[in-house]
């Protein structure tokens, strides 16, 4: 019944590695997201992805890119990791593209890069 | 550019006692505003949202929020605490094609 799920939920790695975090929403929303929350809990857009085109890229290096293979799923590939990667990654979901749509986050992926 | 302003980063208060989070906004236009908490290792929970008509809004979980145009400001409230709204607080505004979030205010509830 989870509406919005990630894995995996603690992701423990070294420096120069790839990793990939996996996102679904199974409520139909045409909208996905990735923010980023660093360790002052600032929550920040990365990506925004409707009906699998990217509308939002918030000057994100580009070792990270994101990939949505069809609406319901938003996967995030980081390439050479770094220590400043080191975050909790949200994925989240709205009904429409807008900033009027309630956000719909999953429980997070805490990455942690050594 | 849209921005949100939490000014306070920490409170503290007794359960039973009631709350208020301020919230202050930047936005050129109409506003949409909301609430979102988040409990430790969850995701965040939208509690309420405004996007226009009536100024006080009501929320999940017993919470209100008001919109005061003058002031800039969507504060929320509750009136009585309970031990389990103890959890971080975040205020966000939709415009220009995202939504931007407040750096979040932590309230503990001691007993």
């Known amino acids: 019944d989870t509406a919005v799920s990630q894995t995996p939920k603690y992701l423990v790695t070294q420096m120069g590695n790839d990793k990939s975090i996996k996102c679904e929403q199974n409520l139909g929303h045409d909208t996905m997201y990735w923010y980023k929350q660093d360790s002052k809990k600032f929550l920040k857009i990365m990506f925004s992805?409707?009906?699998?085109?990217?509308?939002i890229n918030e000057t994100v290096p580009n070792r990270f890119s994101p990939k949505s293979p069809d609406k319901a799923h938003l996967n995030l590939h980081i390439n050479s990791l770094e220590l400043g990667d080191s975050a909790v990654y949200f994925c989240?979901?709205?009904?429409?593209?807008?900033?009027?749509?309630?956000?719909?986050f999953g429980n997070g992926t805490r990455l942690t890069v050594t | 550019a849209q921005s949100v302003t939490q000014p306070d980063i920490h409170i503290t208060v007794s359960e039973g006692a009631s709350l208020e989070l301020r919230c202050n906004y930047s936005y050129g236009a109409t506003p949409y505003l909301f609430w979102y908490v988040q409990s430790p290792g969850q995701g965040l929970q939208l509690l309420l949202k405004y996007f226009s008509g009536d100024t006080l809004v009501q929320g999940i979980k017993g919470f209100e929020a008001e919109f005061k145009r003058s002031q800039s400001s969507f504060n929320l409230r509750k009136p009585s605490v309970h031990w389990s709204d103890a959890a971080e607080y975040f205020c966000?505004?939709?415009?220009?094609?995202?939504?931007?979030f407040g750096t979040g205010t932590k309230l503990q509830v001691i007993p």
């Open positions: 966000a505004v939709g415009g220009y094609q995202k939504v931007t």
């Open positions: 992805y409707n009906n699998k085109e990217l509308i």
């Open positions: 989240a979901s709205s009904q429409d593209r807008g900033w009027n749509s309630p956000l719909h």
